[in-house]
Nanobody, 113 residues
Framework: QVQLVESGGGLVQAGGSLRLSCAASGRTASGYALGWFRQAPGQEREFVATITWSGEHTYYGDSVKGRFTISRDNAKNTVFLNMNSLKPEDTAVYYC??????WGQGTQVTVSS
């Protein structure tokens, strides 16, 4: 069983940047695609980004393309989400997932206008 722990959330002004991290522990996340989803109050969970095990392929939700970048460090079992040009509508709890099977507890991102 893989355990995932997110960090790096916080409060930032619109136009600012944040970097989220998700560390996998327990059974290695080897072989898993790792990704990020987010959920704002009263809304459904939304796909943000995912990266294949090799890191060769990345995919993004339409609302974050060109602003967010996902990357991973397999030696450290960690996936990152660099978020730039943040908007108030990016405010949500951000969740890390391994293969869509295991989920972290989430980290809050709040973007003020």
């Amino acid at each position: 069983q893989v355990q995932l722990v997110e960090s790096g959330g916080g409060l930032v002004q619109a136009g600012g940047s944040l970097r989220l991290s998700c560390a996998a522990s327990g059974r290695t996340a080897s072989g898993y695609a790792l990704g990020w989803f987010r959920q704002a109050p009263g809304q459904e969970r939304e796909f943000v980004a995912t990266i294949t095990w090799s890191g060769e392929h990345t995919y993004y939700g339409d609302s974050v393309k060109g602003r967010f970048t996902i990357s991973r460090d397999n030696a450290k079992n960690t996936v990152f989400l660099n978020m730039n040009s943040l908007k108030p509508e990016d405010t949500a709890v951000y969740y890390c997932t391994a293969g869509g099977i295991t989920w972290g507890q989430g980290t809050q991102v709040t973007v003020s206008s």
